[in-house]
Structures are given as structure tokens and as C-alpha cells.
């Protein structure tokens, strides 16, 4: 299963009250391979609310204690944010989901930027503070594009599947798994779905 960012899929449960819908995330709720998720929502805050940035550090750093998230009024809103992570944590955890898409540059979910906390609309590289939490137990995040250039590259790894069959795939009994080299995703050709690479060396 994976786990995606609710705003993703359509729902409008941004600080805002608006969305950032991706059709691709969209076609895997509606297959019924994706759940959606709020970590903001999880932790308590409601639609709209306040913009809020991290300051002093990045997602790794809130958890650490030395760093903070703030609403643009200067309210510490912390503890919230990391309550929303690790609700979201049990919720992957219970899916037992091993990819995780969340929206970039929010301080819940940005992956690889984030908004550098003077509220000017500057990003930094760095990650929020669900994304922290779940890489920090092995699951894997994406962003929305990084994701969208996996996806792209999938009618590649249905042809070499259906190859896979054709030539008797099925009868081999040790694990098999096609990869890109640059993804750090691997097509389990055994279950015919999409794992970390990482994850082959667990099963």
C-alpha cells in the first residue's frame, strides 16, 4: 500500500482550504492502492489555518529538540507537527506501506525542500518533519515529481513483466525484481508490485 499526501489526491486540507491534485495520485486512490493523509490535520489544526515554517533547522532538527515550527504570527506550534508525524507513522505502519508520496516543501511534508522560515517565500534544502520521522524508520518518501518520473517510467517495467512471463518467470523460485538504476524503487516481478530496494534484502 502506499500512503499519500491528502492535498495529492484532491482534498482541499491545505493551510489554505485549497489542494495541489495530481491526476497520477489520483488514479491510485480510486484503484484503491493509495490511502490519503493530513499529517497538519492529524495533529490537531483545521482548514484554513495559519501558514507555518520551520525555523532553526529542518524536520530532522524539530525532532532533535532544536528546532521549531512556527505560524507566521509567531505561535510554536511544535508539538502539533510532530504529533501529526507520528500519527502518521502508525497509520503507515498499520498499512504496512513501504512508500510514502508526500507534497514538497511543506514543513509536514516537503522531502528534499522546505521553506527556509522567514515567511519571503525562500526554500532551503531539507525535509519536514513527517518525512524525518519516516525515513528515520527505513519507509520510504517521495516527492510528487519524483514519484511522476517513476510512474513515467512504468510502461517500461509492464513490458519487461509481461516479457517475464512469456519466457516462464513464474516457475523460477528465487526472488526476481527489475530496477531502474537512478530509482530507489525494484518491480518484485514475483507480486508483480512496486517495493524499495532496499525491502528485497527483508523478504
Known sequence: MILVS???AGMPVRYNGTSCEQSVI????????????CPELLGGFTTPREPAEIVGG????????????IEKSGRDVTSLYIKGAYQTLKIAKEL???VVVLKESSPSCGSSMIYNGTFQGEQVTGMGVTTALLRRHSIKVFSE??????????PIA?????????AGGSSI???SYFSFHDHDLCL?????????DGDKWFE
Not at 158 to 166: A, G, K, P, Q, R
Open 188 to 196: 518484485d516481478l514475483h507480486q508483480n508490485k512496486w517495493i524499495s
Open 26 to 37: 489520483q488514479s491510485l486512490i480510486h484503484a484503491k492502492k493509495a490511502v490519503p493523509v
Open 58 to 69: 529542518s524536520g530532522e532538527d524539530v525532532l532533535d529538540g532544536t528546532a521549531s515550527v
Open 6 to 8: 491528502s492535498c495529492l
Open 96 to 98: 504496512n506501506a513501504t
Open 173 to 175: 523460485k528465487l526472488p
Open 145 to 154: 515529481e519524483e514519484y511522476k518520473a517513476i510512474v513515467k517510467k512504468s
Open 158 to 166: 509492464s513490458w519487461f513483466y509481461s516479457c517475464w512471463l512469456e
